[in-house]
């Protein structure tokens, strides 16, 4: 386990109050656990800027059921990039829309390629990627 160090930071009043806030609707029952996470989230996010960083990602996709060959061309993709597909669900909405939620792992650059050929296909009415680095370099 990595050492603790304390550290004091000054901060005014107001942004304090208005942090305090924040934090107690999200549910936190200190600041140091609000702030760990913040700190966690930028390097995070610093990481996720270059292509090699190892990330997960989920890739919502709402299309249409009743569009010919999507299935089958989403398929196509995973397959063809199967060691980053760890997972997939899929979840019929309606008569007309089902959603499909596609778990990656692997480079940033590379899940980003995956994910935006997912969304450009014929048929994908909405999407989205949820993504995030492994973890494995923050404490
Ligand atoms: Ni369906």
């Known amino acids: 386990m990595s050492q ?7 901060l005014d009043k107001k942004l304090l109050s208005m942090f305090d806030e924040l934090i107690a609707g999200q549910g936190y029952s200190n600041r140091s656990e609000a702030i760990r996470d913040l700190i966690r989230d930028r390097l995070s996010e610093q ?3 270059k292509p090699a960083t190892r990330a997960v990602a989920g890739v919502f996709l709402v299309y249409d ?5 999507l299935s089958a061309k ?4 995973q397959h ?3 060691l980053q597909v760890i997972a997939s669900t ?4 309606d008569h007309h829309n089902c959603l499909e939620v596609i778990i990656l792992k692997g480079k ?13 296909l014929k048929g994908v009415k909405l999407s989205r990627v949820n993504i995030m680095t492994t973890g494995e370099h923050l404490t």
Request: with cysteine; net charge negative; aromatic share 0%.
């Open 4 to 10: 603790t160090e304390r550290v004091g930071v000054s």
């Open 47 to 49: 990481r996720l800027a």
């Open 65 to 69: 059921h009743h569009s010919t060959e």
């Open 74 to 77: 989403l398929i196509d993709l």
């Open 80 to 82: 063809s990039h199967l």
């Open 90 to 93: 899929h979840v019929h909405l």
């Open 108 to 120: 940033v650059g590379e899940i980003e390629k995956v994910a935006n050929n997912m969304a450009c």
